[in-house]
């Protein structure tokens, strides 16, 4: 008899730390009806949590080939007729999987991809957020230059220990390079555990 696969549920403690905050800043600056992209949806737990919360918004996750199969476990746990199978989806490569979006929303990436990629998915959500259209971002920043916690230090030192190329990023820069592919920053909202999320609106 051929041993059956056993699929492991993935589980991420962060996002079931940081969800209820973030699904309440979701709820002021998202609208009420239309396409959600997420990039770097990871394990699909705020997929089908924000999903959840948000019946009006029909949720598109997106993530590496490889992370598809995980963010497909919860989707099908959670039954949910307004979160969509998962794409795959590089920042770096365009075209995008999804040409439009009327909200995009991203946690916990800027950090853990170079500054390059930084600069293709906020030129990438330039490119498919329709007019007016809201980005939200979360994570620790830095901002000036300047770390906001001794904790938000160690983990930058972890980060480029790890990989030269990621580490936290400042929000000053993140700012310019918005407003360079039409998003403006209109919201910096305090997080939990000295972390943030920036809220930009696409130019019409």
Not at 13 to 38: K, M, S, W
Not at 150 to 174: E, V
Request: hydrophobic content about 40%; glycine content about 8%.
């Amino acid at each position: 008899m051929a041993a059956e696969r056993i699929m492991h549920k993935p589980f991420s403690q962060a996002c079931e730390n940081n969800r209820q905050p973030i699904l309440e800043v979701l709820r002021r600056h998202f609208p009420e009806r239309g396409t959600v992209l997420e990039l770097g949806a990871g394990t699909g737990q705020h997929a089908v949590y924000f999903a959840g919360a948000l019946p009006g918004l029909t949720w598109q996750p997106t993530d590496r080939e490889e992370r598809l199969a995980d963010i497909e476990i919860w989707r099908q746990e959670a039954k949910l007729d307004n979160v969509l199978p998962a794409l795959a989806l590089e920042v770096d490569q365009w075209p995008w999987p999804v040409s439009s979006a009327d909200a995009v929303f991203s946690a916990n990436t800027a950090h853990i991809m170079p500054w390059s990629s930084v600069c293709n998915m906020l030129a990438g959500v330039g490119r498919v957020l329709v007019p007016e259209g809201v980005f939200c971002l979360y994570g620790p920043f830095n901002r000036g230059g300047a770390y906001s916690s001794a904790s938000n230090a160690r983990f930058d030192q972890w980060l480029r220990s790890r990989d030269p190329c990621s580490g936290l990023r400042d929000r000053d820069a993140l700012v310019d390079q918005g407003r360079r592919v039409g998003l403006e920053l209109v919201d910096d909202e305090a997080m939990p555990a000295n972390n943030r999320t920036l809220i930009w609106r696409r130019r019409p």
